[in-house]
């Protein structure tokens, strides 16, 4: 093969490529639609076909099914959250920024900031209505969450530490679900920073198991 038909084929095929994208593209974003109008149970495959204006062997071809297009729907949301909050903290890194806390709270705004633009995505979640499996996939990548909230934190592996990074996760996980509600964007934001707020006053890397142990080292009282 010559130059010219080498730079030729490698141009088909990164046309090829884009346009294969782009169709899949097109598939994720029509299932959005459909299934936050529907839900998964009654999401019928041709709505979604036609609403992207594809076709049922395309939809099979880049998913699968019914099944595996709502799982990379929900994939994509949590590659997606994942993707901003790493890129808003290295951002913050960048800027000087090197305060654990800091960084987690960048993080955390950022998550809390995406929920709102697709609090329609929320609402489905919540819904409960995903195929067989898919609460035991949230699950997983719960504790993933968690883990890498650990890391940011730069969190100990002592009980009481987990259990700090536990409870600080399912608090930023219920303010998103809150905000998956809001018909307001003020309310979002209020949602956001008093999930902050209540952050910063646990002051997680600062808590002294000794004293949550014996309340009454708090009380200055004796027996």
């Given at each position: 093969?010559?130059?010219?038909?080498?730079?030729?084929?490698?141009?088909?095929?990164?046309?090829?490529?884009?346009?294969?994208?782009?169709?899949?593209?097109?598939?994720?974003?029509a299932?959005?639609?459909?299934?936050?109008?529907?839900?998964?149970?009654?999401?019928?495959?041709?709505?979604?076909?036609?609403?992207?204006?594809?076709?049922?062997?395309?939809?099979?071809?880049?998913?699968?099914?019914?099944?595996?297009?709502?799982?990379?729907?929900?994939?994509?949301?949590?590659?997606?959250?994942?993707?901003?909050?790493?890129?808003?903290?290295?951002?913050?890194?960048?800027?000087?920024?090197?305060?654990?806390?800091?960084?987690?709270?960048?993080?955390?705004?950022?998550?809390?900031?995406?929920?709102?633009?697709r609090?329609?995505?929320?609402e489905?979640?919540?819904?409960?209505?995903?195929?067989p499996?898919?609460e035991?996939?949230?699950?997983?990548?719960?504790?993933?969450?968690?883990?890498?909230?650990?890391?940011?934190?730069?969190?100990?592996?002592?009980?009481?530490?987990?259990?700090?990074?536990?409870?600080?996760?399912?608090?930023?996980?219920?303010?998103?679900?809150?905000?998956?509600?809001?018909?307001?964007?003020?309310?979002?934001?209020?949602?956001?920073?008093?999930?902050?707020?209540?952050?910063?006053?646990?002051?997680?890397?600062?808590?002294?198991?000794?004293?949550?142990?014996?309340?009454?080292?708090?009380?200055?009282?004796?027996?």
């Amino acid at each position: 093969m010559t130059r010219k038909a080498e730079r030729i084929a490698a141009k088909d095929n990164a046309w090829q490529w884009s346009r294969t994208e782009q169709t899949r593209r097109n598939l994720l974003d029509a299932a959005r639609e459909v299934f936050c109008e529907q839900g998964f149970t009654d999401t019928a495959i041709v709505a979604v076909v036609r609403r992207a204006g594809s076709s049922v062997g395309s939809l099979y071809h880049h998913f699968g099914g019914k099944t595996e297009l709502f799982v990379a729907l929900w994939e994509d949301y949590e590659d997606s959250r994942e993707r901003e909050a790493a890129e808003a903290v290295a951002a913050a890194r960048a800027a000087g920024e090197s305060d654990p806390l800091e960084l987690f709270l960048v993080g955390t705004r950022s998550f809390l900031e995406g929920c709102w633009r697709r609090r329609d995505l929320i609402e489905l979640w919540m819904d409960g209505d995903g195929p067989p499996g898919f609460e035991l996939m949230r699950r997983a990548r719960g504790r993933e969450w968690i883990r890498q909230n650990s890391v940011l934190l730069e969190a100990g592996s002592e009980p009481v530490d987990r259990l700090v990074v536990g409870v600080l996760t399912s608090v930023i996980g219920e303010a998103g679900r809150e905000i998956g509600t809001c018909a307001r964007k003020r309310d979002a934001d209020a949602i956001c920073h008093a999930t902050l707020a209540l952050i910063r006053r646990l002051d997680p890397l600062h808590i002294d198991p000794l004293r949550i142990a014996d309340p009454r080292t708090h009380r200055g009282t004796t027996h």
